[in-house]
């Protein structure tokens, strides 16, 4: 059980390493997009074939989302930002069915606010680039930190792992609003993003893995 986790993990590591390191290196575009999609396809491909149940099925979306959007970025944003939204809605959905259990110390009732609230400070760091598509995939993004916070998935993986995906997203809506020089923003965008997408699979796959056995 814990190869169907560490291993898949494994490889989108070393395939999100792989593109970081040749992002920049002039690569003819298919292999460009190809390598970029290959970390999150690794794991989408891996939750699809552990999926059991409403919850599992709904998590191999998640990931099959983020893996489409990664590749459609390469060619629209909207489009791109289209399905990654789709996949915050699948996530949200994933976490308020997997609720942790009461009573949830204010500490962490207060963290998951603090996360609601990170919305209009995404809306806020886009500047000039900000609109209506923004605003409403800055509330899905911070809703879904804030579910993935709150849910019982464990908070070590899965809960910092989708605070990294709304960090690496606010890099790049500072890039976005001019706020930071691109060069620099991409050397956090991609290692971040990556991180909480493996973090993500690790915390949720390990506790619906353990329900299985």
């Not at 560490?6 to 395939?15: D, E, G, Q, R």
């Not at 491909?45 to 390469?74: K, Y």
């Not at 930190?145 to 500072?174: C, E, M, N, P, Q």
Request: hydrophobic share 60%; net charge positive.
């Amino acid at each position: 059980m814990a190869q169907r986790i560490a291993l898949p993990a494994s490889l989108a590591a070393i395939a999100a390493a792989i593109y970081f390191f040749a992002m920049t290196a002039g690569l003819p575009f298919a292999l460009h997009v190809a390598l970029k999609g290959a970390c999150v396809t690794i794991l989408a491909i891996a939750a699809a074939m552990a999926a059991r149940g409403t919850d599992g099925r709904l998590f191999a979306g998640v990931m099959a989302l983020g893996a489409l959007g990664d590749v459609l970025l390469e060619f629209d944003l909207m489009t791109g930002a289209a399905a990654f939204a789709a996949g915050h809605v699948f996530a949200i959905w994933l976490y308020l069915r997997n609720r942790r259990g009461a009573p949830m110390p204010l500490s962490q009732r207060g963290a998951a606010f603090a996360l609601l609230l990170c919305a209009p400070f995404l809306y806020l760091i886009a500047g000039p680039a900000a609109n209506a598509g923004i605003a409403l995939y800055s509330a899905l993004l911070a809703a879904m930190a804030a579910a993935a916070w709150t849910s019982r998935f464990s908070r070590y993986r899965t809960g910092i792992g989708a605070i990294l995906f709304l960090v690496s997203d606010a890099f790049i809506f500072a890039r976005l609003g001019g706020r930071m020089d691109p060069d620099q923003a991409a050397l956090f965008i991609w290692p971040l993003y990556a991180a909480g997408q493996i973090l993500i699979f690790v915390g949720v796959r390990q506790t619906l893995d353990a329900e299985e056995r």
